[in-house]
């Protein structure tokens, strides 16, 4: 599979962004989804995930309540909706796709990746 990331750009605080990552050669739902955020000298981190089935999601506690990811079968698309974003938010964002059933919660769980997509919050 294939990993397209898009939607990142710069955003005041409290302002909202919707990332898309755009799959192919295989549908997202034969894989487990990740969103991952990495910080200039920091590690990629998990922000949020969904297992293959999409019944079940998880969420970094820093983003609960503010980001939901989701996907559209027919567009073969998983999003990052994220609101009410915070300076802290500021980093490049990364989807995954790995070939686990269930979520997984650190990079070395996926498989595939896309390129990254700069998020910039401005305070």
């Known amino acids: 599979v294939q990993l397209q990331a898009s939607g990142g750009g710069l955003v005041q605080a409290g302002g909202s962004l919707r990332l898309s990552c755009a799959a192919s050669?295989?549908?997202?739902?034969?894989?487990?989804m990740g969103w991952f955020r990495q910080a200039p000298g920091k590690e990629r981190v998990v922000v949020a995930a969904?297992?293959?089935?999409?019944?079940?999601?998880y969420y970094a506690d820093s983003v609960k309540g503010r980001f939901t990811i989701s996907g559209d079968s027919a567009k073969n698309t998983v999003y990052l909706q994220m609101n009410s974003l915070k300076p802290e938010d500021t980093a490049a964002y990364y989807c995954?796709?790995?070939?686990?059933?269930?979520?997984?919660?650190?990079?070395?769980?996926?498989?595939?990746w896309g390129q990254g997509t700069q998020v910039t919050v401005s305070s």
């Open positions: 995954a796709a790995g070939r686990s059933t269930y979520y997984v919660t650190t990079p070395s769980g996926y498989n595939y």
């Open positions: 050669g295989r549908t997202f739902s034969s894989y487990t």
């Open positions: 969904m297992s293959r089935s999409g019944g079940s999601t």
